[in-house]
């Protein structure tokens, strides 16, 4: 009787630690969200590289910079008012990346927009920056050019 009782609070115990930690886990990849830009990493961590505004969305190149270099992204969270658009990004670094990880990446994210912004801020843990401050478009020729290189040299292999 007293095994019995034994083996069900070891099994309550290790249940409950699992639902922590599972919760913990979701929360952090998932609940972010709830609050905002206050969640979501420092504009000065990451390297604006370019960013185009289009009829119905934005696209923004960028690199992780950093200890942040070696996650990906779990998405943004914006905010468009009176002809501004906050957006702030959020990045998961788990063990694996951080073990197995190579370096700074560069990413495209497109946000779909309601009506085109005059102005675009990048926000994150309690920095705002003006993205038209935040751009490095030399970077971005380098960038076009590596890939018009890689693609060039793709098109003479399948050619030979």
Partial sequence: ??????????LLVLSVIAFLIVGTVLMYIFGWRLWGFSACVSP???????YEIKDDSV?????????????HTLGYVTE????????????????????FGSGP???????????KPEKIILC???FE????DHVNEEFYQDYLDTLQQIEEQEKNKTSE
């Fill in 80 to 99: 468009e008012k009176d002809g501004v658009l906050k957006i702030g990004i959020k990045y998961y670094v788990g063990l694996v990346p951080l073990l």
């Fill in 59 to 71: 696209e923004i190149l960028f690199t992780k910079n950093g200890f942040h270099g070696i996650g």
């Fill in 105 to 115: 990446r560069t990413e495209t994210i497109k946000i779909p927009l309601k009506t």
């Fill in 124 to 126: 994150g843990n309690g």
């Fill in 44 to 50: 000065e961590r990451y390297i604006t590289y370019h």
């Fill in 129 to 132: 920056i003006d993205i038209d």
């Fill in 1 to 10: 009787m007293v095994k019995k009782l034994l083996k069900h609070k070891v």
